[in-house]
């Protein structure tokens, strides 16, 4: 029984991680139709900022230990913002219109380069801002004690989704971007400004990347190629959805997140094994993953 | 049997090398055997980018031929290298007609994304396996050749490269062949409009199939050239990150000829060698700008260089 609790506890701790960190790739896509493996990276520069940041106000215990909190979220969306602006103003401005497999390779070439500034930036040696993650403590379920900053990140994680649905779904900008995603050029008819929505989504794709990583940042140690392991996890939530499904992300989220919970409980030799095969399953059946629109082909 | 122009110079090409490595000095030999190698993967991706596929698993065949050399020799009896190699073509032939039952039903970032879920699929149960070293891989060794057992060293590092470049030779012909036959005419011609393929009574599916299995266990003979040439096996084989090594040399190369990704491959290996020397923590940026670099201003790879210089020649 404790067992079984375990696995619902860790899964959805980690399935809201995936999240966070797939639902900016999800964006991304569903609008620019760019799938961007550079996500990790935006994901490893939000963890740098916030460590950094945090790691600094820790060493020098200037205030309460609040304010670390607002720092981590601080950093993920300045850091997010500046390397969104120039990443889409400065790059794939140039790129837009290519080919959809073409814009894959172009942001790996971004992976590659963002990879070696960071490195440059911040060093190779590892960066540590843990107190946010204990100053929070924990909370005891029977035999299980479970930290309660991963308990608030369920949390975030949910008002996020929501957030972003309600955007999409609830706000005029959010149905002008729906056209866009709907049909491009006729939106472009329409007099709506694509480009202008391209910077926006790019923008708040690299944020939700950057807020990812700054959230995750005080439970890990912040070394360089944490982005290389995670936009795979990424991928796989993502794809399992339906590519540019926000709901269909955060289904992804949930069945990668609890089959990797049961998969370390009860056999943990299949642990990566098992979010892989969850996906090849899906695609098997579902080839445009669960939510994802099945497209007619254009002679 | 008639050979073409091409043909002949790469048999030229092929024995100068083998030449070569009697006279040049041990880490250059070693050098270009991995160049060869991994060409030799790469001539499986640029199979499937002629079809309008690009894999971003190719290390999965890539990590079986090694694996295969590797394991055959360590658990199975199986010294001999040229069995080996052959085995590992067979396990991945063997691999690639079950995959590409599903594979071959994805197109564009679809095929690119399962084809990397399966490599990361095979990277999982290696990371988890304790009998072949877990994360650390194991060592390939005492492998003969017909027989014969050659000194662990220079000997043996001849004796690769020399596999290497007639192995290379043998796929190049092979693969030029191919691409000039009428399947081979096909592929290009499902990238360019597949349905169009099908109007012509065609079945573009079973076309790429066929393709995919074929560059699998060319893939596969440049992982076991691999694992032979290093000693050694590990699960990084199969890791994403070398798939889009690999992808990285394709483009680079180009799809123009039979020989680029070759060329491709060691211009590949010389520069990362010496920026990992020199400036280690910027060599990822130097790839990252030159991919962006080759996809702007070479579209074509650096072949288009040299086939630029025969106007009126179909590129």
């Known amino acids: ?299 | 049997m008639r050979f073409d122009k091409t043909e002949i110079s790469l048999a030229l090409v092929a024995i100068a090398c083998v030449l070569f490595g009697f006279v040049s000095p041990g880490w250059l030999i070693f050098l270009l055997t991995i160049a060869l190698a991994k060409a030799l993967v790469v001539q499986g991706v640029v199979m499937q980018m002629r079809s309008g596929l690009v894999s971003f698993g190719q290390g999965l065949f890539y990590c079986i031929g090694g694996y295969t050399v590797g394991m055959g020799g360590q658990f199975f009896g199986i010294h001999d290298a040229i069995a080996a190699l052959a085995l590992g073509m067979a396990v991945a032939i063997v691999v690639a007609m079950i995959l590409g039952l599903l594979l071959t039903r994805y197109r564009d970032i679809f095929f690119a994304m399962l084809s990397l879920a399966f490599s990361m699929i095979l990277f999982g149960i290696l990371v988890k396996s304790q009998g072949l070293g877990s994360t650390d891989g194991f060592n390939v060794h005492n492998w003969t050749v017909f027989g014969w057992a050659p000194d662990t060293g220079a000997d043996s590092q001849q004796t690769v490269f020399t596999m290497t470049v007639l192995a290379g030779l043998l796929i190049a012909v092979l693969i030029h062949r191919y691409t000039k036959a009428g399947i081979g005419v096909i592929c290009e011609a499902v990238r360019e409009n597949e349905v169009r393929v099908e109007y012509l009574g065609l079945s573009p599916r079973w076309l790429l199939y066929g393709n995919y299995v074929a560059a699998a266990s060319v893939s596969a003979l440049g992982g076991g050239l691999t694992a032979l040439a290093t000693g050694h096996v590990d699960p990084e084989m199969a890791y994403w990150t070398t798939s889009g090594e690999f992808i990285f040399i394709a483009l680079l190369g180009g799809l123009g000829h039979v020989a680029a990704p070759f060329i491709a491959a060691i211009v590949f290996s010389v520069v990362r060698t010496y920026s990992i020397e020199f400036v280690p923590n910027t060599w990822q940026m130097i790839l990252g700008f030159t991919l962006l670099g080759v996809i702007v201003f070479l579209p074509k790879g650096l072949w288009s260089l040299v086939s630029r210089e025969k106007s009126g020649e179909r590129t």
Do not use: C
């Open chain 1, 1 to 299: 029984m404790t067992s079984l609790l375990a696995v619902l506890i860790d899964g959805s701790i980690y399935a809201s991680w995936l999240f966070l960190v797939a639902a900016g790739l999800t964006v991304i896509y569903g609008v620019m139709r760019i799938l961007n493996m550079a996500h990790g990276s935006f994901y490893a520069i939000g963890a740098y900022s916030a460590a950094s940041l945090v790691g600094w106000y820790f060493n020098n215990g200037i205030g309460p230990a609040w304010i670390s909190y607002l720092l981590l979220v601080g950093a993920a969306l300045v850091a997010g913002l500046i390397v969104g602006v120039i990443v889409e103003r400065g790059l794939l401005r140039l790129m837009y219109g290519r080919d959809e497999i073409l814009m894959v390779i172009i942001t790996y070439a971004l992976l590659l380069i963002l990879e070696d500034t960071m490195k440059i930036v911040w060093g190779v040696s590892p960066y540590f801002a843990y107190q946010p993650y204990t100053e929070l403590g924990r909370t005891a379920f029977g035999l299980l004690k479970v930290s309660n900053y991963d308990l608030a990140l369920v949390g975030v994680s949910a008002v996020l989704g929501l957030g972003l649905w309600a955007w999409l779904e609830r706000t005029n900008q959010g149905k002008v971007l729906r056209a866009v995603i709907h049909d491009r050029e006729i939106a472009v008819a329409m007099g709506v400004n694509v480009r202008l929505m391209f910077t926006i989504t790019f923008v708040l794709g690299t944020t939700l990347g950057a807020l990812a990583g700054a959230l995750t940042a005080p439970a890990i140690s912040v070394v360089p190629g944490i982005g290389i392991e995670v936009i795979v996890l990424a991928f796989a939530v993502v794809v399992i959805g339906g590519l540019g499904s926000i709901g269909g992300a955060a289904v992804g989220a949930l069945l990668v997140g609890l089959s990797r919970a049961a998969a370390v409980h009860y056999a943990p030799e299949f642990e990566l094994f098992v979010i892989y095969g969850v996906m090849s399953l899906v695609l098997a059946f579902r080839p445009e993953g669960l939510f994802g629109r099945t497209m007619a082909r254009k002679i």
